[in-house]
């Protein structure tokens, strides 16, 4: 007789006790631009790219609507549930994973305890500016802190779940925090984007996860590679829009000397408008010292410019602004100044337009591997190059902890945590 080649595979849920496809339950909480069909905080179950599309009608969505459609449903197939709630975008990651929110509790009531894994993702708006530290906006590394201890607590309850991060603003590899000497165990931050969208790569996180037996690593070669567009533009972080303020051009006068009687400054100021302000200071014996003279002067061109120019001084020094709204016009303007009092002055210079600047991320295929190989060893997940196939894999699915822990992978943990729900049933 031959061998009957029988393959077994250890799949979850395979015990009677719960529906066969509970390991690949998931859930998303996002910031996004505009409320959705259901509302901001209504829990959603998504099934397919056409329901997505209705949730996400608003076009501002589009970034969110990629997201599933492009990342979760190009790995899964429709049908697969996905549940999730949206929150407006001045929420923060770190609001989102905070457990004294009612998020993870409302999808998880949807899902009827069932979910095993959350991705947070955010879509801020163009304004939203980031402060950066260890690599990130800083906003990723107080997530973090809150996921775990929201993990914690559904451990403590038997449930489970596992948070995966979006890492936005990526800065560079050396300055990353390094997770592997932290216990974040069950949490998971995902670094890369496609066209610029981040929240894709946390989808197809997800959707990999959802598609592969609970044990498997979503990073597993041999799955192959990653259902990307060819034509998408894959870099290691998101592109960013900065919005800068107008700095105003400046012009100074700096008095040296105290007059004396019958001696006199003659100022004459120039505007973008078209109009000259004029004005003519005499000394008077009250004003003794360099800095008196400054003052003296500098509310002489508040008053007849009627606020147009709010002059300031300061030790002597008189410091003339440009209008407001004409940033870098006046650059090279000369502010004319005659007359017997000690002075010296600068023309208007220094002034910036108001804008916004595209912040291009580096392409995947551009970063030296050796910083793809830091992030990994720091406890990052990202998107690599396949090296059997085109395309592009995950390097791997590290958790933010030790990696000679029991917890150092997703798939670790999602083991684990299957153990722990069959367990406890």
Known sequence: MSNPKVR???????????????????????????????????????????QAKTELANAANAGMLAAINQGFFSQVSEGTPLYLVFVANTATLEDMANIDNPYVTALNTLSGN??????????????????????????????????????????????????????????????????????????HIVCGAENGNSGIMVLRALGKKASKPVQKNIGR?????????????????????????????????????????????????????????????????????????????????????????????????????????????????????????????TNFSGGVNAGTTLVNAIKLDDVDPVDLDTLHDKGYITYIGNEDAPGYIFNDDVSCTDPTSDYATWSHNAVLGEAMRIAYA
Request: hydrophobic letters at 40%; glycine letters at 10%.
């Open 221 to 345: 070669v041999r799955s192959g590679s990653l259902k990307i567009a060819q034509d998408a533009v894959v870099t290691l972080g998101e592109n960013r829009t900065v919005t800068s303020a107008e700095t105003k051009a400046t012009a100074t006068l700096t008095i040296s000397a105290v007059g004396t009687t019958g001696q006199s400054l003659y100022i004459l100021i120039p505007s973008p408008t078209g109009a000259v302000f004029g004005g003519m200071y005499y000394w008077t014996a009250t004003d003794d010292t360099p800095t008196k003279i400054a003052t003296a002067i500098r509310n002489m061109i508040t008053s007849y410019t009627g606020n147009y120019i709010a002059a300031t001084s300061a030790a002597g020094v008189i410091t003339i602004p440009a209008p407001a709204g004409y940033g870098a016009t006046m650059n090279g303007y000369v502010l004319t100044v005659t007359g017997s009092i000690g002075f010296t002055k």
């Open 114 to 187: 069932k979910l095993r894994a959350i991705g947070v993702v955010r879509y801020p708006d163009n304004t939203y500016t980031p402060v950066f530290a260890k690599g990130f906006d800083v906003d990723v590394h107080k997530s973090v802190i809150k996921a775990q201890a929201q993990a914690d607590y559904w451990i403590g309850k038997y449930k489970p779940i596992e948070f995966i991060i979006e890492g936005r603003g990526f800065q560079n590899a050396t300055d990353a925090n390094d997770y592997t000497t932290t216990i974040n165990k069950n949490v």
């Open 8 to 50: 077994v595979e250890f799949g979850a849920s395979n015990l009677g006790i719960q529906a066969a496809d509970a390991s690949g339950t998931f859930g998303v909480i996002a910031a996004i631009p505009a409320a959705p069909t259901s509302g901001y905080g209504t829990a959603v179950v998504i099934k397919s790219k056409k």
